[in-house]
């Protein structure tokens, strides 16, 4: 049976990987990298403004926790800003 790094069966499921990280590091970083607006860190992302993709990616995968962008806010409980589905006339044609 193969282990996680802690030692537990693979089959475990376990949320060590998803820590919630530190607001202070967390802002201090997103200011580094030029933040302008407010940094908050929620149960589920960083929210910042003022950064193009690159220093967001930096910021998601330096702390391995999600990030969004103020300005393009997700859809609550949807995974992403797209709507789900779309309009049939934009699609296929349906019979």
Known sequence: MSRTRTGRPATTVTTEAWVQPDTKAVTQAAR????????????????????????????????????????KPHHYRQHGRADIGWKAEYGTPTA
Do not use: K, M, S, W
């Open 32 to 71: 580094e990298l030029g933040a302008t607006g407010p940094i908050n860190v929620t149960e589920r992302a960083i929210v910042v403004e003022g950064l193009d993709e690159p220093p967001r990616y930096y910021l998601q995968h330096g702390f391995g926790y999600q990030r969004h962008d103020r300005a």
